[in-house]
């Protein structure tokens, strides 16, 4: 365990996607004005920093993730003084400002790749262009939201690198003129003050000299080619130097297929990255495949967490969902009947383990996933990818058969507006949301949670204060308790001579379990159950019931 203090160790991350966030001029799309408005209710939870997702200027084919100008801010979110206005503003309030770094990849809108397609001023070599043979793709890895990694421009009579969607091309890294505009960039962004940067698919961008076939039988073929390649490691250590070494900033780079042992050459004491995203604990639902359905169990989830807390050498990220993953009550709790316990369990996980906390936007509501219908209601290109490549491949007949798995998996359900109050679209706009409102903003919403001190969100803002006032559950060492368990979670978060009690019951039935640490509780910290129960030696956890005991 990295034991040195720094603020964001300390800090809780709120995070922001400005699509689906507050809309302030009616055109159905958040915005950066919306945003500022809002401040005050994110300055409210108590968190610490903001990270906002893709606001560059962008065709937003994948809302963003698609940069055609690093340098601007996208049209329907506002202006360059608007986003001014609202770091000045972010920082009025005493947070922080982290933004996202895309650069695996741009836009083909961007001036780069059109210089490349058309072979000038010397951009070719900015992406990866092969002939292939006879028409074939040059190898054989696919794009991790459906269909080949490769598509034909008849421009350049080439065909380019895409590990993602068509219109985001590869950039290539090996290429130092590439490396030093991404410098550059990053250095102009560090000037106006942003706090730091949440890198995208980070670990991806060197991939191996002559782009090596992959295992044919992996659902993403080739990731374990591109993901950690030579010069990754390499790569974003020189990036560190170049850019916010010279800065008291913080960063978190999102890293595919990485375990603890990978992980800590990134985030270690020599490590170029403050900490990282890893998927491990997002996988335990997805083994049979994403169109499957998305069984899971309790001891896998432990085990994941647990080695991370115990294995990493250096600083955890936690995080229980984000725009790319569906709600989480709806995935690892009860969206039905036990939503407010069940949300208010998985909110006492994420913030009594050792590590930065991530919340994303409406988890602090208990926002839940949307019963999606036809394909046409959503807009994700992963999610329409997948279903539309699985009829065309004749693996399904139509949309009906994988609409479990799709109203299970879709990032969309993370990207449904954000409910304010129980208006029509729930007061994020006054136009047409550009995706539909869940209609269960009726009940679930902010303007609600606020006025009731049994709200979710009352529960979040008591959690941010118990980990402010309780350091071991920032710094302390993580002792697992009962691990072969299939419904209760229990762990002992200790430091010095600190040592706090966790007890999770997953489950919708009432649980009793003996643990030795629960005969010397001391005091009962925090509990989502009104009135809570005494503890003894044997505790009996309600469904869904989360306590948390300081230790004698
Ligand atoms: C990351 C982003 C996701 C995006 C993808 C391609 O996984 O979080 O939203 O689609 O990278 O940029």
Known sequence: ???????????????????????????????LRGVIEKLDYVAGLGVDVIWLNPVYESPQHDNGYDISDYRAIHEEYGTMGDWEELLAQV?????????DLVVNHTSVDHEWFQKSRRDEDGYREYYFWHEGEDGEAPNNWTSGFGGD?????????????HLFDETQADLNWDNEAVRENVYDMMNWWLEKGIDGFRMDVINAISKPEGLPDGDPDSEWVGIEQFTNGPEALGYMTEMATETYDDYDVMTVGECLDVDPETGSDYVGADGPIDMLFHFEHMSVDQKSGWLSPSEWNLTDLKAVFSEWQTDLDGWNSLYLTNHDQPRIVSRFGDDGEYRRESAKLLGTLLFTLSGTPYVYQGQELGMTNYPWERL????????????????EAGEIADFEEVKQAVRDRSRDNARTPMQWDDSEHAGFTDGEPWLPVNPNHETINAAAAVTDRDSVLHYYRDLVELRETHEELIYGAYNLLLPN?????????????????????????????????????????????NPPTEAGASLTLRPYEARVYRLE
Request: aromatic share 10%.
């Open 376 to 391: 046409e209601q959503l807009d994700d290109l992963q999610s329409v990818g997948k279903v539309e490549a699985a009829i």
């Open 149 to 161: 990694a490769w598509n034909y421009d008849e421009t350049a009579g080439l065909q380019y690198l």
């Open 91 to 99: 920082h009025e309030r005493d947070m922080r400002l982290v933004m």
């Open 485 to 529: 368990h299939e419904s209760v979670w229990a762990y002992r978060m200790e430091l010095e001579d600190d040592a706090v009690l966790v007890a999770l019951n997953v489950d919708d039935t009432e649980t009793t379990v003996t643990l030795d640490d629960a005969a010397r509780t001391e005091e009962l910290l925090c509990s989502n159950y």
């Open 1 to 31: 365990m990295d034991e040195q203090r720094t603020w964001w160790k300390e800090a809780v991350v709120y995070q922001i996607y400005p699509r689906s966030f507050a809309d302030s001029d009616g055109d159905g799309v958040g915005d």
